[in-house]
């Protein structure tokens, strides 16, 4: 296998190892499709579309996924990551997990959203979805949402242990507490407690948040 497509902040990154080539391409730019079992991703500059990538599925190690629906979906999250779903204040995000970012959790929160100076990012509603692999997560199975220093803070499910691929909406925490909100920090997704003991499935979550001045 030749290829590895990788999920940045801002940007796609295409791996190409046969010829140890490595381009990043801005996300807001790329669109991705299937044809034939040809995995395809655009760019759009401009009025001027061109096609930067065009491999079957198998040439593919990464994201290594079922099949070319998965692949395709998977892509198109990454891509549609970090994007304002329109120019208000209220912005949508969407993070594919790993097993070993998952198994880590507690540890080493994911940020989904970078701070931003003098705002505060307040989950609205939140969505996950397991692509449930062979072994469920264990012990530590709370996922959550929050911002640096309470990352448990604002949306939390305990999902991690299902045994089948699930969706499920995360419920928003709504004790009052003044420490949901923290200015300047990063939205970030973790798990309670401590990290998951086991499990090797994907997670896949998506979210809906604002950014407030106060």
Not at 50 to 58: D, K, P, T, Y
Not at 81 to 99: A, E, H, M, W
Request: aromatic letters at 4%; charged letters at 15%; proline letters at 3%.
């Amino acid at each position: 296998m030749a290829y590895n497509i990788e999920n940045e902040t801002s940007e796609l990154l295409i791996y190409d190892k046969a010829r140890n080539n490595i381009n990043y391409f801005p996300k807001s730019e790329l669109s991705v499709s299937a044809s034939g079992g040809i995995i395809i991703i655009n760019r759009t500059v401009g009025d001027l579309v061109s096609i930067i990538f065009s491999e079957e599925a198998s040439m593919i190690d990464q994201p290594s996924t079922n099949s070319i629906h998965e692949l395709v979906t998977t892509i198109h999250s990454w891509i549609i990551s970090g994007i304002s779903s329109s120019n208000t204040d209220i912005k949508r995000v969407s993070y594919v997990l790993s097993p070993a970012q998952v198994l880590a959790l507690n540890s080493t929160p994911v940020v989904l959203v970078s701070g931003v100076v003098g705002k505060e990012l307040q989950v609205i509603s939140a969505a996950m979805r397991i692509k449930f692999a062979t072994v469920a997560y264990a012990t530590n199975t709370t996922l959550a949402i929050g911002t640096t220093t309470d990352p448990d803070g604002q949306a939390q499910l305990n999902c991690l242990a299902a045994v089948a691929d699930i969706r499920g909406t995360m419920g928003l925490v709504t004790t009052g507490a003044v420490s949901n909100l923290h200015t300047g920090e990063d939205l970030v997704i973790s798990v309670e407690t401590g990290n998951p003991t086991a499990g090797n499935s994907q997670v896949v979550v998506d979210i809906t948040y604002r950014e407030i001045d106060l």
